[in-house]
Structure formats: structure tokens, C-alpha cells
């Protein structure tokens, strides 16, 4: 079973960028769809963002214009750009396939606080 490990949360103040990294244990290839998804404390799990094989990518409204995922096959990694992050951005970020069928990561913090 393909395992997935997410890095590169943060403390970021308002407006800051970071940039998330998912490194699969297997091949990512095989999933055409790949997304990151974020959870906030008493809220349930979102899809924020999504890649597919081709390079096409969705962003939902909360990101749009600020968010941007990616993926590599080779290294089967997938990424997540945030630029001009803010407050309601705070959450727990996990990436996954689209629709969601392996198991959850531990996630990334990402809080956004001056």
C-alpha cells in the first residue's frame, strides 16, 4: 500500500508563501487525479487543490488565484504552492488522491499568524 508522507508546513505571517511537499512510497502515476486536501480544528476535510497526469490542475474557490499543486512521477512527489496565505488558511494539509483512496498521512501544520 502506497504510503504518503507530507513536510513543509509552517508558521507563515500574512501574505508569506510556502510551498508543501507529499512523497508517495509507491507510484503516483498510476492515480490520475492527485489533490491536496486541509483540515481546520472543528471543521471537516476539504479539497483545496488538485493535479492530474496531464498537468491540468483545480484550485476551489478558497484558493483560487493563490494556490497551485504539482506532482512529479519520476519521484513521485506532489506539491502544493501558497502564496498571499491568510488567517483561514490555517489547517492541517494532506495530500491524497482524488477521490481520496489511500490512507491518510500524518499532514503538515500550516498556521498562518501574525
Known amino acids: 500500500q502506497v504510503q504518503l508522507v507530507e513536510s513543509g508546513g509552517g508558521l507563515v505571517q500574512p501574505g508569506g508563501s510556502l510551498r508543501l511537499s507529499c512523497a508517495a512510497s509507491g507510484r503516483i502515476s498510476r492515480f490520475y487525479r492527485m489533490g491536496w486536501y486541509r483540515q481546520a480544528p472543528g471543521k471537516q476535510r476539504e479539497l483545496v487543490a488538485s493535479v492530474t497526469n496531464d498537468g491540468s490542475t483545480n484550485t476551489a474557490d478558497s484558493g483560487k488565484g493563490r494556490f497551485t499543486a504539482s506532482r512529479d512521477n519520476i519521484k513521485n512527489m506532489v506539491y502544493l504552492q501558497m502564496n498571499s496565505l491568510n488567517p483561514e488558511d490555517t489547517a492541517v494539509y494532506y495530500c491524497?488522491?482524488?477521490?481520496?483512496?489511500?490512507?491518510w498521512g500524518q499532514g503538515t501544520q500550516v498556521t498562518v499568524s501574525s
Open positions: 491524497n488522491t482524488v477521490p481520496s483512496v489511500m490512507s
